[in-house]
């Protein structure tokens, strides 16, 4: 499995955008790139999925450059309620693999501040 | 959306004890669901892989006789602790995954604390 490395904190402020980076230098080629978002005490929550390029959905857009050795989440106009726990995953296709046995890293925690 | 209801949210209880946490998929059924652990501060950790009518499958280093999973209908599973000890106090989450073009959802976990 792909190891990732990503920030363990960043702080932000109301209103900013937040890009936090992942890096997976070992990813393989059938390997797709997932961020999840955990609240204290709750069970992580998918934000969104991608392989390469950009995908953007309505909370967030990932950026992935050509060689995929990393990745970039990127939340626009955080607010409070964003403050989080945030997890690169890299492995296989979430959405349509089979097996889907997820391997969390150290994740990231995102602080937004008034 | 699809829902994964886990209960008890939090249970407290003695040294000895085996506790039983449930998983159910509330609004869709799940052949395969899975049971992490989260120790504070630290990320999740996939203890097994519950399949349903079948046993359960489990990461090394994961004591099958101490966290006994049962997924008998496609709706539940529970992972039972036995003979719980202080150690095994953490964050417990389960996930099931609805159906193809779908992500894993996850419970929102339950706190075991072994006094």
């Known amino acids: 499995l792909a190891k990732t490395t990503q920030p363990i904190s960043m702080d932000s402020y109301e209103g900013q955008e937040v890009n936090i980076t992942c890096s997976h230098n070992?990813?393989?080629?059938?390997?797709?790139i997932t961020w999840y978002q955990q609240f204290p005490s709750q069970g992580p929550r998918f934000i969104i999925q991608?392989?390469?390029t950009k995908v953007t959905n309505e909370v967030a857009s990932l950026f992935i450059p050509a060689d995929r050795k990393s990745s970039t989440l990127s939340l626009p106009r955080v607010s409070l309620s964003d403050t989080a726990v945030y997890y690169c995953?890299?492995?296989?296709?979430?959405?349509?693999?089979?097996?889907?046995?997820?391997?969390f890293g150290t994740g990231t925690q995102l602080k937004v501040e008034l | 959306g699809a829902v994964v209801s886990q209960h008890p949210s939090w249970v407290i209880c003695k040294s000895g004890t085996s506790v039983k946490i449930e998983c159910r998929s509330l609004?869709?059924?799940?052949?395969?669901m899975f049971w992490y652990r989260q120790f504070p501060k630290q990320s999740l950790m996939l203890m097994a892989t519950?399949?349903?009518?079948?046993?359960?499958?489990?990461e090394q280093g994961v004591e099958k006789d101490k966290f006994l999973i049962n997924h008998a209908s496609l709706t539940l599973s529970t992972l039972t602790v036995t003979s719980a000890h202080p150690e095994d106090s953490s964050f417990y989450i389960c996930?099931?995954?609805?159906?193809?073009?779908?992500?894993?959802?996850f419970g929102d976990g339950t706190r075991l604390s072994i006094l």
């Open positions: 519950s399949n349903e009518g079948s046993k359960a499958t489990y």
């Open positions: 996930s099931a995954k609805q159906e193809l073009n779908q992500p894993q959802h």
């Open positions: 070992n990813i393989a080629t059938n390997d797709y």
């Open positions: 995953l890299v492995g296989e296709d979430i959405l349509t693999g089979g097996g889907n046995k997820l391997t």
């Open positions: 991608g392989y390469k």
């Open positions: 609004d869709f059924q799940a052949t395969t």
